[in-house]
């Protein structure tokens, strides 16, 4: 069955961008995906992902490029993670509907199924949404799954080039980097690297 899948990247890393990912997978291509040994980017490496990620970026697909200066600036008028994250998962569904007249769509389940459905537009609410618990089960959620952290890497490269640092991923990890990055550039690099909302920010500030 024709299919739009929709899974993110990155909303849990303090560096880098949040990307969400919209594919369109119908059987043929569902074949393509599953040779290739598609599934969810979690259970993949970094190498795999970087491998696959171009492939599928040529199958119908649409991907919501958050930059962390622009996640800094609209993370407040959302109030939320998962509000922002609907909106996003919203925005790439409406652009691939448009591209492709396909009408399902199944996306990860990420919050309560209102937040998602509040954001949708004409299109969207036209179409046949399914939020899954464990959505990246399903092939088409698999595919965007890996399309949206194979952008979060590239471009998390790109800004640790721009910083002149290695930026690492995730947000454990991530103090040593932060304050390299102040001592070189001072803290108002901050905003154009990372997610400010989270509580790393007070801490390395503090210090």
């Keep these: 069955m024709q299919r739009i899948g929709v899974d993110e990247a990155g909303k849990g890393d303090y560096?880098?961008?949040?990307?969400?990912?919209?594919?369109?997978?119908?059987?043929?291509?569902?074949?393509?995906?599953?040779?290739?040994?598609?599934?969810?980017s979690k259970k993949l490496s970094d190498y795999a992902v970087k491998e696959m990620g171009p492939k599928i970026k040529k199958l119908p697909s649409e991907t919501v490029m958050i930059s962390p200066e622009k996640y800094n600036k609209i993370y407040p008028k959302f109030g939320s993670l998962n509000r922002l994250l609907a909106w996003g998962h919203a925005r790439s569904i409406e652009n691939l509907i448009a591209k492709t007249d396909c009408t399902n769509v199944v996306t990860d389940r990420f919050a309560e199924e209102r937040v998602l459905e509040e954001q949708l537009m004409?299109?969207?609410?036209?179409?046949?949404?399914?939020?899954?618990?464990?959505?990246?089960?399903?092939?088409?959620?698999?595919?965007?799954?890996?399309?949206?952290?194979?952008?979060?890497?590239?471009?998390?490269?790109?800004?640790?080039?721009?910083?002149?640092?290695?930026?690492?991923?995730?947000?454990?990890h991530v103090k040593g980097a932060a304050r390299e990055l102040i001592k070189k550039h001072g803290e108002d690099v901050l905003p154009l690297v990372a997610k400010m909302h989270f509580k790393i920010t007070k801490e390395i500030i503090k210090q």
């Design 122 to 172: 004409e299109r969207g609410k036209a179409a046949n949404v399914v939020q899954r618990i464990n959505g990246e089960a399903d092939m088409a959620v698999a595919a965007a799954s890996v399309l949206a952290r194979y952008e979060f890497l590239r471009t998390l490269r790109l800004l640790g080039r721009e910083v002149g640092i290695v930026l690492p991923k995730g947000s454990t």
């Design 15 to 40: 560096f880098g961008y949040l990307v969400i990912a919209a594919v369109c997978v119908d059987d043929e291509n569902e074949k393509l995906l599953r040779d290739m040994g598609v599934k969810d």
